[in-house]
């Protein structure tokens, strides 16, 4: 409190002497200067971590039930630290372009299903409609036959995306990728013997 600056002129006032009244409120240690916010510790944390966000694009045949997320996370393997494991944490941006024929969608109580079985396909007329079928989060979207989808906004976080058959399809997207550090190649521990020898 009362800081008080005074130039010292023979030096040309480039150095200033101060004075100033301070009443310590606490003990002078670490844990007070981060309890008082003078000098933040930050969090201790075990693992080594980098976060990186990617926007890139995908284009294969997907398998049937195989989620998407885990065949990107594979391509970004070649680009990880050595020493260290690349996960994605979620999508927040995702645009589908389907590049295979829409087929018949049908729906009952459990939600919409692609009907694959021509003779069903004819008892089923009545209410099947094209389209495409994608479960995000394990939830199913049908798509219109034009098949393009797309989701972007501030709450959206994909987890899991996968398709009931063999599709084929290109995707954009925006990624949150992490590369922890492999605690498996970590060494757990040393032994040293003492022998005796002769040469």
Known sequence: MDINFTPNEILGRR??????????IDEFNIKNCDKYGINSLGTYDTQLQFNQDYIGQFNEIIPAG???LELIEEKYKKYTKEGYVV?????DF?????????YLINENADGPYVVNDRIRAR?????????????????PIVINPEGIYELKGEDIKITSLRFPIDTKI?????????????NTQLVKTNTFYKRVGQL
């Open 123 to 139: 008892e089923e007329l009545t209410s099947a409609y094209l389209g495409y079928l994608v479960y995000i989060n394990e939830q």
């Open 15 to 24: 150095i200033y002497t101060f004075t100033a009244t301070a009443y310590e």
């Open 87 to 91: 996960n994605i944490d979620y999508l």
């Open 170 to 182: 290109n995707i954009d997207y925006h990624t949150y990728i992490s590369q922890k550090e492999d």
């Open 94 to 102: 995702l645009r589908i372009e389907m590049e295979d024929k829409p």
């Open 66 to 68: 195989i989620n998407v």
